[in-house]
């Protein structure tokens, strides 16, 4: 079982930074890919940025130039750096991992999810 831990959002002012964090834990072989969704209310989930295990990143077009997204592979975490942020940035933040478990397993990790409110 693989257990993932988000930290890092918050309120903060149009033109603010934050920094969020996902880490994993549990019975993992391997990472391929982590990713960052959000969902604001109303709204599907989208996806903001994805990094593979080989450190390719992709970003949404509305985030592009802002946010950057980063993994640390000895700790099994990825973060996503966010600055310049907007109003419309505001949602609830989610990270994806895949991978393999211990016993060669592929699996698919949702974390619990953290608020990310930008006041105008």
């Known amino acids: 079982q693989v257990h993932l831990v988000e930290s890092g959002g918050g309120l903060v002012q149009a033109g603010g930074s934050l920094r969020l964090s996902c880490a994993a834990s549990g019975s993992i072989s391997s990472i391929n890919a982590m990713d960052w969704y959000r969902q604001a209310p109303g709204k599907q989930r989208e996806l903001v940025a994805g990094?593979?295990?080989?450190?390719?990143?992709n970003y949404a077009n509305s985030v592009k130039g802002r946010f950057t997204i980063s993994r640390d592979n000895t700790k099994n975490t990825v973060y996503l750096q966010m600055t310049s942020l907007k109003p419309e940035d505001t949602a609830v933040y989610y990270c994806n991992v895949l991978g393999y478990t211990i016993v060669n397993s592929p699996f698919g990790s949702w974390g619990q999810g953290t608020q990310v409110t930008v006041s105008s």
């Open positions: 990094i593979t295990s080989g450190g390719s990143t």
